[in-house]
């Protein structure tokens, strides 16, 4: 059963500066995250379409992004390189207390602008 729906766009201006701040980048993403951005093809755009999935899942299990840190939502490839929704702390905790049990993505990018959806199920 579907519990929640969320969307994000982001423009990449938004973010690119960020993206060189060592400091940014271990605020936002978990270790994990950034062995793969550093693995992939592109990593700017890795971090680019994360940072997007990132917000879509907070308003998926509809929670204040204020509440939480964004390294308690990490967003890894499978073995076929599509996107997987992990939840831990404070996330993990308000996701099972509304009985959601997983969390599917989808990412997309073109040019300048990232998307991402979630759905909380």
Known sequence: MVKGIGTDILAYSRIVRSLEDEKFLCAVYTQAERRAAEQSEDRRRFYFTRFAGKEAVFKA????TEAVRLTEIEILPDENGGPV????????YQAKRREIQEVLISL???DEYALAVAVAQ
């Open 85 to 92: 929704v992990s939840l831990y702390g404070t996330v993990h």
């Open 61 to 64: 299990l509809g929670i204040s």
């Open 108 to 110: 997309s990018w073109e």
